[in-house]
């Protein structure tokens, strides 16, 4: 699993403060009204739209907090009309850094986005300085304890994922965007639970950190994340385990 997919798994286990909580819902009620947007507001026809709404009942958000969102976007409801932006970036080592917005005020999260690459020691690029780096992609995580490695494999590879990585805490299975949603599909028929399912950007390569950089690296990211207009920060960085097991429960 490579070591922004390991990061994310450990901030999914680790306990959220309400602070935390309320930026989650923020951040997921943006993404449903701008799937509801551009796809139309049934989940059926909309990709999108599914997987956000997905994890927001996997976050226990009301459903009336979903159909709201989600008529907002298809304009039953009055809303703000998002736009999607992104920023890359470089953070200490040269990491790749590709951020993912949404906002109703780009020059306000351009300066916002800077500021924390410049506060927390990295540097914002021009637009394609890294996002050749990265490809689109689905990625399900699944913990070892949910499921055996036989079932995760057949599963998966039968559905048409590309790749099913495996180590010490469970199982990464990897695919194209076109076969995220059959993958899923045929984990759930075959009895596997995955811990996080979802379409994201993996690098082709990656950077190794020590404990000095991964510190500083990932205080970006969290820096970049707690920002209200970001959905998604992607990096290219690699951490050994212990180290990011260390640096993640500082």
């Not at 927390?120 to 394609?128: C, I, Y």
């Not at 494999?153 to 199982?171: M, R």
Request: charge should be negative; aromatic fraction near 6%.
């Amino acid at each position: 699993m490579s070591g922004h997919s390991k990061w994310a798994t450990i901030k999914h286990k680790k306990a959220k403060t309400d602070a935390a909580r309320g930026r989650a819902f923020s951040k997921i009620i943006r993404e449903i009204t701008a799937a509801a947007r551009v796809g139309g507001g049934d989940p059926d026809a909309n990709p999108r739209l599914r997987t956000a709404m997905e994890s927001a009942k996997s976050m226990n958000m009301p459903a009336d907090n979903i159909d709201r969102a989600v008529k907002k976007g298809t304009g039953e409801l009055p809303g703000v009309s998002y736009e999607e932006v992104t920023y890359e970036g470089y953070g200490a080592n040269g990491v790749a850094v590709l951020v993912q917005a949404l906002t109703d005020n780009k020059n306000r999260s351009t300066a916002s986005v800077r500021h924390v690459f410049d506060k927390h020691g990295g540097s914002m690029g021009a637009a394609g300085c890294v996002a050749w780096q990265f490809k689109p992609r689905g990625l399900i995580v699944i913990p070892k304890n949910r499921a055996d490695e036989d079932t995760v494999l057949a599963a998966a590879l039968e559905a048409g994922a590309d790749d099913v990585q495996t180590d010490d805490s469970g199982y990464s299975v990897v695919t194209s965007p076109a076969s995220f949603e059959a993958v899923k599909r045929q984990l759930s028929e075959a009895g596997v639970e995955w811990l996080s399912a979802e379409l994201t950007q993996i690098a082709s390569n990656t950077v190794p950190l020590d404990e000095g950089g991964a510190k500083k690296v990932l205080r970006l990211i969290e820096m970049l994340e707690e920002l209200d207009e970001v959905q998604n920060v992607y990096a290219n960085f690699d951490i050994p385990d212990e180290v990011l097991e260390k640096v993640s429960g500082e």
